[in-house]
């Protein structure tokens, strides 16, 4: 992927030199794609792997509703839903399966861990009052998955290779 990115990269300064020919001095061709190239490669060893690595989507709530009440749910979770400052690198996904008779059971999911489930009824006040149950839940699940984290990171939990 990196190669493919510092290709690109050549074509576009390429590009870029010959069109700005006023105020670049442009001799041959070849000497400025190797300066480009020499340009490149000493930038590509100063930036890390990880720079171009690390686009991710943190955040992301994914509907996967399919009635009338689950939609209401989903709708009122995500009104009332405030996403930690601290947290990153999560998911959430609300789904809904079928269930007895006008009632369906209700999931919501953090990384792919159940974290609330409830048995849905068509009524909007018990929708109202589960939705606040599961933003409590799905709060109180990633802030202790957060202070997890960070203790993991402290220096008591490093070690030092030696065994």
Same mark, same amino acid.
């Given at each position: 992927?990196?190669?493919?990115?510092?290709?690109?990269?050549?074509?576009?300064?390429?590009?870029?030199?010959? #069109?700005?020919?006023?105020?670049?001095?442009?001799?041959?061709?070849?000497?400025?794609?190797?300066?480009?190239?020499?340009?490149? #490669?000493?930038? #590509?060893?100063?930036?890390?792997?990880?720079?171009?690595?690390?686009?991710?989507?943190?955040?992301?709530?994914?509907?996967?509703?399919?009635?009338?009440?689950?939609?209401?749910?989903?709708?009122?979770?995500?009104?009332?839903?405030?996403?930690?400052?601290? $947290?990153?690198?999560?998911?959430?996904?609300?789904?809904?399966?079928?269930?007895?008779?006008?009632?369906?059971?209700?999931?919501?999911?953090?990384?792919?861990?159940?974290?609330?489930?409830?048995?849905?009824?068509?009524?909007?006040?018990?929708?109202?009052?589960? #939705?606040?149950?599961? $933003?409590?839940?799905?709060?109180?699940?990633?802030?202790?998955?957060?202070?997890?984290?960070?203790?993991?990171?402290?220096?008591?939990?490093?070690?030092?290779?030696?065994?």
């Amino acid at each position: 992927m990196k190669t493919v990115f510092t290709v690109c990269l050549i074509f576009m300064g390429f590009s870029l030199v010959f #069109a700005q020919e006023d105020s670049v001095e442009v001799g041959n061709p070849s000497s400025v794609m190797r300066r480009l190239i020499d340009q490149l #490669a000493t930038q #590509a060893e100063t930036d890390s792997d990880e720079k171009f690595l690390s686009v991710e989507i943190d955040g992301l709530v994914i509907d996967e509703t399919k009635t009338k009440a689950g939609y209401d749910f989903y709708d009122l979770f995500m009104k009332i839903w405030e996403a930690p400052a601290s $947290v990153q690198n999560y998911s959430m996904s609300i789904v809904e399966k079928p269930y007895r008779l006008r009632t369906t059971l209700i999931e919501v999911n953090v990384n792919d861990n159940l974290v609330y489930n409830a048995v849905l009824q068509p009524r909007y006040d018990i929708i109202q009052a589960y #939705a606040e149950q599961a $933003v409590s839940q799905c709060l109180s699940y990633l802030n202790n998955l957060e202070e997890m984290e960070r203790q993991l990171q402290s220096e008591d939990q490093q070690g030092t290779g030696i065994y």
